[in-house]
T-cell receptor, first 114, second 113 residues
Framework: AQSVTQLGSHVSVSEGALVLLRCNYS??????LFWYVQYPNQGLQLLLK??????LVKGINGFEAEFKKSETSFHLTKPSAHMSDAAEYFC????????????FGKGTRLSVIA | DAGVTQSPTHLIKTRGQQVTLRCSPK?????VSWYQQALGQGPQFIFQ???????QRGNFPDRFSGHQFPNYSSELNVNALLLGDSALYLC????????????FGQGTRLTVV
């Protein structure tokens, strides 16, 4: 069984500040890990994914995440927040084999203050 | 490339009615998955279709059914609608073989009154 826990349902940062969104996972098999972003009234857009290659993954819009097996974590970071980063962020896990379904966390809403 | 397209974007149904939602996958994708996203929650997997058959299913009742057509498009049907079925329904497509990300559509917002 797989599960995802996102710590903090709402995170607020100042424009230009570091963004850190936390994700911990549980998986009985080697995982694939994903971060998706959702803007209001929109679908999900993939930010980045970990598929057992490099543990530091770089994504779009300046985001990156580091896979830490010992901590079962996959936290999302961005050095400098921009107003356009305000959105809902979802961490997801799937088994690293075939077209297995994604298991999502409950999401973290990021607010960026000018 | 039009990406994943879903229709309609919004609809309102009455409790007890039936609804059909439609999804066209991204070009080159033959696997379609459906997710339900309740307000304030993460998406939950409903089922997945490949080669016109349901391959995997999440923890949803039989009131939720689907279909995949030869052109890989898909429908999600929900019978005997309940107020709790109100949600954003997301379709995701991916190529067979896995090891790649799913592309999501914009979703259909279903409101049951």
């Amino acid at each position: 069984a797989q599960s995802v826990t996102q710590l903090g349902s709402h995170v607020s940062v100042s424009e230009g500040a570091l963004v850190l969104l936390r994700c911990n996972y549980s998986s009985s098999v080697p995982p694939y890990l994903f971060w998706y972003v959702q803007y209001p009234n929109q679908g999900l857009q993939l930010l980045l994914k970990y598929t057992s290659a490099a543990t530091l993954v770089k994504g779009i819009n300046g985001f990156e995440a580091e896979f830490k097996k010992s901590e079962t974590s996959f936290h999302l970071t961005k050095p400098s927040a921009h107003m356009s980063d305000a959105a809902e962020y979802f961490c997801a896990v799937s088994a690293a084999s075939g077209n297995t379904p994604l298991v999502f966390g409950k999401g973290t809403r990021l607010s960026v203050i000018a | 490339d039009a990406g994943v397209t879903q229709s309609p974007t919004h609809l309102i149904k009455t409790r007890g009615q039936q609804v059909t939602l439609r999804c066209s996958p991204k070009s080159g994708h033959d696997t379609v998955s459906w997710y339900q996203q309740a307000l304030g929650q993460g998406p939950q997997f409903i089922f997945q279709y490949y080669e016109e058959e349901e391959r995997q299913r999440g923890n949803f009742p039989d009131r939720f059914s689907g279909h995949q057509f030869p052109n890989y498009s898909s429908e999600l049907n929900v019978n005997a609608l309940l107020l709790g079925d109100s949600a954003l329904y997301l379709c995701a497509s991916s190529p067979v073989g896995g090891n790649t990300e799913a592309f999501f559509g914009q979703g259909t917002r279903l409101t049951v009154v």
